[in-house]
């Protein structure tokens, strides 16, 4: 069956540190992948997505993630957190099932950020 | 441009009530989704329309779960009669098309609490 797991559920950490989210899929298709973002009091918002070519995708605020297809993991990075990146992060593949295309999401992962 | 909408933003409702949410699509988007978050779980697949039509409903809990879109515009999601285990956030995002590189752009939500 097509997942999406996030194994960090919770994580803190202090301004200027480095992020790295786990991301990794199940899914035997083209994959189509995105990082949406959810601040406190706010609707998701996309951050970036990989459909194909450089693996490497640069998105807002910031932020990249890389596709690696050998590890079924689409990473989010950022080299320097802010106090404002505090928010709920989800992975999602847009998987074609059931005869439509629809979003599979992990479980999220909530990032604190520590002034 | 006008972003996804949805009413209301909260609602608490008895075991055994009726509650109908609503979503406003962005103007245009004939492709309209329905999610579900569980607490603590993953947001989930409910359904799909083109327009006015059911793509896919195979995320539909049950029968108890029944949603519209009549004239293509606005859609509603009734639960009718509301559980326990039907608490939790209800997010609608709206697309242009339906391949597996369209964003989905959501809504706020819906957080329904059934006591």
């Known amino acids: 069956a097509q997942s999406v797991s996030q194994h960090n559920h919770h994580v803190i950490l202090s301004e200027a540190a480095s992020l790295e989210l786990g991301c990794n899929y199940s899914y035997g298709g083209t994959v189509n992948l995105f990082w949406y973002v959810q601040y406190p009091g706010q609707h998701l918002q996309l951050l970036l997505k990989?459909?194909?070519?450089?693996?490497l995708v640069k998105g807002i605020k910031g932020f990249e993630a890389e596709f690696i297809k050998s590890k079924f993991s689409f990473n989010l990075r950022k080299p320097s957190v802010q106090w404002s990146d505090t928010a709920e992060y989800f992975c999602a593949v847009n998987a074609r099932s059931s005869g439509t295309y629809k979003y599979i999401f992990g479980t999220g992962t909530r990032l604190k950020v520590l002034a | 441009e006008a972003g996804v909408t949805q009413f209301p933003s909260h609602s608490v409702i008895e075991k055994g009530q009726t509650v109908t949410l609503r979503c406003d699509p962005i103007s245009g988007h004939d492709n309209l989704y329905w999610y579900r978050r569980v607490m603590g779980k993953e947001i989930k697949f409910l359904l799909h329309?083109?327009?006015?039509?059911?793509?896919?409903e195979s995320g539909m809990p049950n029968n108890r779960f029944l949603a519209e879109r009549t004239g293509g515009t606005y859609s509603t999601l009734k639960v009718q009669p509301a559980e326990l285990e039907d608490s939790g956030v209800y997010f609608c995002?709206?697309?242009?098309?339906?391949?597996?590189?369209?964003?989905?752009?959501f809504g706020p939500g819906t957080r329904l609490t059934v006591t």
């Open positions: 990989y459909f194909s070519g450089d693996p």
């Open positions: 995002a709206s697309s242009q098309g339906q391949g597996g590189h369209y964003e989905q752009y």
């Open positions: 329309f083109v327009k006015e039509s059911k793509q896919d």
